[in-house]
């Protein structure tokens, strides 16, 4: 559970990328190299990584086609990347974007990196990307403000001898330690106070727990486009509790109706968790295992606010419904949207809007609207539309904006892009609902154990904000979001084909197809999958099974579109990006 160097780059599509902040670990280098054996690659020089970095994040000017980069096989599913340098391939480098400033760390493998070890065997994963976390919580307030993030920057080292010392990680919440020698404080004395929990707490015990979630979604109002939306959560505790090792046990609970949490990631704090908990993967597409709570986690908290875990979650549907069409008529554009909240939702928002840029033109010359709810601003640049919906959407659950935009020339002020041009347009929308979560997770405040003298105050609460949520321009190309469809995820969307299967249907070519799909395919399912497809294949062994009968006539259509999508996992396609009609699922 260690280091064997981290960064902190910055990326400018002007000025290029520029290394502000390095430290390596001689040490663990050392181990790394007796650990990894033949396989070992050396780690390049700070500029050299910096550009190799640059060059696998498609960050760089040469767009061009990288077989090893850019092919179908390769699928990024996390932030734990392959970097191609002059010794070889440099794994597992962990390495994200935010805000122009690129964090990335490479964690020990403490065995021989060929073949791969499995990503949830490397501890230092999560602790890389923990600590990495807590280095951008530091530095993003001063982002805006460059002498106040250089300077922070530049106490970065001293924190890091407190926070990762010899590259091990000890303490990820940054932002709580001095960068003072004069402050830092000695170890403590009593053996059960864990090096994390740097002072002891005073006073009447509080616990504050709050739960966010953030919905990203892709929206195309297209048959053969398929949407995209996941939730992405983050669990934050504060623990005021006196004692030096004070023991805490928190449960996130889900309703009947949740949706399950995937891809959990735990604080180091966390003493002991079910490894069933950690099981459940959106990166395996045939990955059939399912833990719907309660997820219990038993810890010891630091003495600072931190993140007790990180998790996703595929919900049904997203919360707002869209679609959005720009037509270009003469010289000007007819636009309309139009927006629905799902039934499911909490119709109560702190905030609801929805911006529609304009890029590539020039400043909106003149403006006709007419929508069925909220207001409509026009931004002082007059390239952006911004429809403020309000705290609740009507009664209806549906609001609807149309108009016409004539625009005048364009100058050098007025914004760009290099995917929005011609018709390719945007809606953005914004939007944060207190008190309610997608996934439906929550915290039952009776369900926390504190193990230490005096009741606790506790307070919860919880939060849903939009992130990257996107509604394309139907009447128009735009950017597809890849991402494999899963059975348990998608098979929703084929649920109008799956209705009407008759006996005769069962008895066609098709039906042939998908048995000779199910022989070729059916080493690479897992156990699970392979039992649910195997009994819809064939009705006699449903029947045995002590399933319900009726999942037997789902038949040859729902295990073609699995099969379908194995295949495109094993033969590097995009079929299932592009929506194909299930009859042409089934040929491929």
């Known amino acids: 559970m260690a280091l064997r160097a981290l960064w902190v780059l910055r990326h400018d599509p002007r000025a290029g990328g520029a290394v502000l902040f ?58 734990v990347r392959s970097v191609r340098v002059e010794g070889g391939d440099l794994w597992p480098v962990v390495a994200f974007q935010k805000s122009g400033l690129i964090y990335a760390c490479l964690p020990l493998v403490e065995e021989t990196l060929e073949p791969r070890p499995p990503l949830l065997t490397i501890s230092g994963l999560s602790q890389g990307l923990a600590l990495l976390f807590g280095i951008l919580d530091y530095i993003s307030p001063s982002r805006k403000n460059e002498a ?40 403590p004395t009593d053996e059960k106070q864990p090096v994390w929990r740097s002072n002891t707490y005073k006073g009447k015990p509080q616990v504050n727990v709050s739960i966010t979630e953030k919905v990203k979604c892709m929206q195309y109002d297209k048959r053969d486009v398929v949407d995209m939306w996941q939730v992405y959560g983050v669990v934050n505790c504060k623990c005021d509790i006196e004692g030096a090792a004070p023991n805490v046990t928190l449960t996130l609970n889900l309703p009947t109706n949740g949706s399950p949490l995937q891809d959990i990631l735990v604080h180091h704090c966390v003493t002991s968790v079910d490894p069933a908990m950690l099981m459940s993967s959106s990166v395996d597409p045939l990955d059939d295992s399912v833990y719907s709570g309660p997820y219990k986690f038993p810890f010891i908290p630091p003495s600072d606010s931190f993140n007790l875990c990180y998790y996703t979650s595929q919900v049904p549907v997203p919360p707002i419904l869209g679609c959005y069409q720009l037509i270009e008529e003469g010289s000007q554009l007819k636009l309309t949207v139009n927006l629905k909240l799902h039934e499911s939702i909490k119709n109560s928002f702190e905030y609801c809007e929805a911006r529609i840029p304009f890029f590539n033109r020039g400043p909106i010359a003149h403006l006709e609207y007419k929508i069925s709810y909220g207001q409509l601003d026009l931004s002082r640049e007059k390239s952006l539309l911004v429809w403020i919906i ?20 364009a100058g050098e002020e007025h914004p760009t892009d290099y995917i929005c041009t011609g018709n390719t347009a945007y809606v953005k929308m914004y939007f944060r609902i207190p008190d309610f979560t997608l996934t439906g997770c929550y915290v039952d405040q009776h369900s926390v154990q504190i193990f230490a003298p005096g009741k606790p105050k506790i307070t919860a609460s919880r939060e849903l904000i939009s992130s990257d949520y996107y509604i394309w321009n139907s009447e128009a190309s735009a950017p597809i979001m890849y991402k494999i469809m899963e059975f348990k995820q998608k098979s929703h969307l084929y649920s109008n084909q799956l209705q ?10 098709d039906y042939a197809k998908a048995v000779i799909i199910w022989k070729e395919h059916e080493p690479k399912m ?15 062994e449903a029947v045995k099974m002590n399933l319900n009968p009726l999942t037997a006539v789902l038949g040859y259509k729902i295990t073609s579109v699995l099969f379908a999508v194995s295949t495109v996992i094993s033969r590097t396609t995009s079929l299932a990006a592009q929506g194909l009609p299930l009859p042409a699922l089934a040929e491929e």
């Open 22 to 79: 390095s430290r390596r670990y001689p040490t663990v280098e050392t181990r790394a190299e007796a650990f990894n054996g033949s396989t070992h690659v050396a780690i390049p020089s700070d500029n050299d990584f910096l550009k190799a970095l640059l060059f696998e994040l498609r960050l760089t000017d040469d767009q061009s086609f990288v077989e090893h980069r850019d092919t179908c096989t390769r699928i990024d599913h996390s932030s």
């Open 148 to 187: 106040e993030m250089t300077a922070k920057i530049g106490q970065l080292r001293n924190l890091l001898i407190q926070a990762c010392p010899l590259g091990t990680p000890l303490n990820t919440n940054i932002s709580s330690l001095n960068s003072s020698f004069d402050d830092i404080q000695v170890i």
């Open 390 to 409: 309000g705290q609740k959407f009507p009664k209806s659950s549906e609001v609807s904006l149309t108009g016409t935009v004539t625009f005048g020339a």
């Open 500 to 509: 009407s299967i008759s006996p005769e249907e069962q008895q066609s070519e």
């Open 526 to 540: 897992s156990h699970g999958t392979k039992d649910q497809l195997q009994c819809k294949m064939n009705p006699a």
